[in-house]
């Protein structure tokens, strides 16, 4: 079994020992450290390395997550980072996928759907909230959107962190087919990766 090693950044104790004790019923999950400042955070990246970092988007006080997780990307930090916050806008969730983000929870996420994230994030995928994915396919089946029906589907799927072969499962078609979708789907959104394929859905929706 592979340990999977996690930064928890957060500015209030009770949520950051909360979240260690839940992954701590997880053999295979080793929370190495905790941050309560973006600041902070750099420094613990550094020095342990990190698979996972679970980061908040607001701090009480100094750098918040947004900036810390921009700087971690230019500093070509290898840490899939997970956001774990209150905060459910369209604005927050397209900042922080702009920022580095690789998926995207809500403080009241059920216990499986953040060890499914951790779990998802170690293997490069995008994983959102089950009310974020719930509004963003809402969003997706306006009849304005340039993308078609299926590709809508496929798209709301991402946000589960599915391969595509459990994409071609979930909806009865093969794997290739999955593929030949998801290039329609990012030559049309003009994005190379799923993570920015799903903050671009959510800018185009904020923008009309």
Do not use: C, W
Not at 31 to 51: F, I, K, M, Q, T
Request: overall charge negative.
């Amino acid at each position: 079994m592979t340990t999977i090693t996690v930064l928890l950044v957060d500015d209030h104790l009770v949520v950051r020992s909360g979240l260690r004790a839940l992954l701590a019923t997880q053999p295979d999950f080793d929370v190495v450290a905790e941050a309560a400042s973006g600041e902070e955070a750099l420094g613990l990246v550094e020095h342990h390395s990190p698979d996972v970092v679970v980061m908040d988007l607001a701090m009480g006080a100094g750098m918040d997550g947004i900036e810390a997780m921009r700087q971690l990307r230019q500093r070509n930090s290898r840490q899939a980072i997970l956001v774990f916050t209150t905060y459910d806008s369209d604005a927050d969730i397209v900042r922080a996928v702009d920022a580095g983000a690789m998926g995207y929870l809500l403080k009241d996420a059920a216990p499986d759907e953040i060890f499914a994230a951790i779990r998802g994030a170690v293997q490069g995928k995008s994983v959102m909230s089950a009310p974020v994915a719930s509004r963003l396919f809402q969003q997706l089946r306006n009849p304005d959107e340039v993308l078609t029906p299926r590709e809508a589907e496929l798209l709301s799927l991402l946000t589960e962190g599915l391969s595509n072969r459990e994409l071609g499962q979930r909806l009865f078609i093969s794997e290739a087919t999955v593929k030949t979708h998801l290039a329609h789907i990012y030559a049309k959104l003009g994005v190379e990766t799923r993570a920015a394929a799903i903050a671009t859905a959510i800018r185009r929706e904020g923008m009309r």
